[in-house]
């Protein structure tokens, strides 16, 4: 590839990726450790390209330090990104973040968008639209759950997690079918056809019985009854092999081994 410019831009992520990955390769085999399918080279399709001081001139992006002075910390200033951003997910900031990085040229997409917002911003839809924004929020910690999964370091608020978005990705699909004058709406019509209800239904019971089935059998327990009219359980799990530590109370009527998400 004659690119020597792309070539050093990579050259240096692997070193980074080396170095930020160098606490868990204890017999320091260098890139070997990394798991990288493939490297290629990103070619934007139909997109604007914006360098920093266009994005800077147009006050797209505009970072403030923090208020305190003991702190390094930035926050986003007043910006079109500031103006624009209501999203309830980290998935969904990072979406618009690349939306006004690369602003599209398809006027396909453009025109999808824009069917989006007026199917939204409708008087008859504003009830639906809180309530599916209230799912997204139940669904915001998803990324860093399949990061712990895909490394093998799941914890017990990491199942909760995922147990959490089959029931928030299943309602917001039941939610949004009440939208009026979104037939014509891509996005809604991604969303009936790629969440598949029977299928999370299934994955949120498998989650459900692996956790219970850990809670019971697997995980040390140690209970202790407070002798107080309110009749609570302190229920502390001590699980040595996951490295976890929960401790929670509820009163006894309520309880239930198998109802993990009361935790």
Same mark, same amino acid.
């Given at each position: ?6 070539l050093s831009a ?37 997109? $604007?390209?914006?360098?920093?001081? &266009? =994005? #800077? @001139? !147009?006050?797209?992006?505009?970072d403030e330090l ?72 139940? $669904?915001?910690?998803?990324?860093? &759950? =399949? #990061? @712990? !999964? ?44 790629t969440v598949d ?67």
């Open positions: 590839m004659n690119a020597p410019l792309c990579t050259n240096a992520l692997l070193d980074y990726l080396v170095r930020a990955n160098a606490p868990n390769d204890l017999d320091g085999e260098g890139v070997s450790t990394l798991d990288i399918a493939d490297v290629k080279l990103l070619v934007p399709h139909k997109s $604007m390209l914006l360098n920093s001081d &266009a =994005l #800077l @001139s !147009l006050q797209v992006f505009s923090h208020a305190s002075v003991h702190s390094n910390q930035t926050k986003e200033g007043l910006s079109l990104f500031g103006i624009l951003d209501h999203t309830r997910t980290v998935c969904g900031r990072d979406l618009l973040r690349q939306w006004l990085l690369r602003p599209s040229l398809d006027i396909c997409v453009i025109g999808s968008r824009h069917q989006a917002l007026g199917c939204f911003t409708l008087a008859d839809n504003v009830h639906v639209v809180s309530a599916a924004q209230t799912h997204l929020r139940g $669904m915001k910690a998803i990324p860093r &759950a =399949l #990061l @712990s !999964l895909r490394n093998g370091k799941m914890n017990l608020k990491d199942w909760t997690t995922l147990f959490k978005f089959t029931f928030h990705a299943v309602m917001l699909r039941q939610t949004i079918g009440e939208l009026s004058s979104s037939n014509q709406v891509s996005i809604v019509q991604e969303i009936h056809n209800v029977s299928l999370l239904n299934k994955l949120g019971s498998l989650i459900n019985d692996l956790v219970s089935c850990r809670l019971l059998s697997l995980a040390v327990l140690i209970v202790s009854t407070e002798r107080r009219s309110t009749g609570k359980l302190l229920l502390t799990k001590v699980g040595p092999a996951s490295g976890i530590t929960l401790t929670s109370s509820w009163t006894t009527s309520d309880a239930s081994f198998t109802d993990f998400h009361r935790f």
